[in-house]
């Protein structure tokens, strides 16, 4: 079983309310926050090492770490290969900003998105264009329904009700 199989079975193998999930999430999000703190600190500098060697850098189990590369990867510039990867492998953190603050919104983490290092990164009007559209992407909108005395859609001039609508 690969580390990223491994985590995922730690993490999603227990019933997320129960006192052992909540113990592992609690212990992940706390961490996790102390860790992106740091690396918005100096977002220009691309962290790189082993899985192992982050894991030691940033104090916390190999495990967590995978974990944090898992949910981190889909804001890097360029992915790491998450699928395959030992505690050998050595990864890049090379964050792109406007998409790691967009994925957060999608997670509805807001202990993170809303920590204040933000400020200093990206502008308040760029923070809530990536929100609300982070936020719109998941509404279906529908389009206007047709009346019955409307123009048919089909184009023969005819009211809805007697031509396409008829048959409906």
Do not use: H
Not at 32 to 42: D, H, P, T
Request: hydrophobic content about 35%; charged content about 35%; proline content about 4%.
């Amino acid at each position: 079983m690969g580390l990223l199989d491994e985590w995922r079975k730690y993490a999603y193998g227990v019933e997320l309310e129960s006192r052992e999930g909540r113990a592992i999430w609690d212990k992940y999000f706390a961490w996790e926050k102390g860790v992106y703190e740091e690396l918005l600190q100096k977002p220009e500098e691309v962290v790189t090492g082993t899985v192992k060697e982050l894991a030691e850098k940033y104090g916390i189990e190999l495990t967590y770490m995978v974990g944090f590369l898992d949910g981190i990867n889909e804001s890097l510039k360029e992915p790491n290969p998450i699928e395959t990867m030992t505690e050998d492998t050595v990864v890049k953190l090379d964050i792109d900003l406007e998409k790691l603050y967009y994925y957060m919104v999608e997670a509805k983490a807001d202990w993170l998105y809303n920590l204040p290092v933000w400020d200093g990164l990206l502008t308040e009007e760029k923070r809530k264009e990536l929100y609300w559209k982070q936020k719109k992407s998941g509404t279906i909108v529908k389009g206007k329904k047709i009346g019955r005395n409307d123009p048919c859609p089909c184009g023969s001039g005819k009211k809805y009700k007697k031509c396409c609508g008829a048959n409906a």
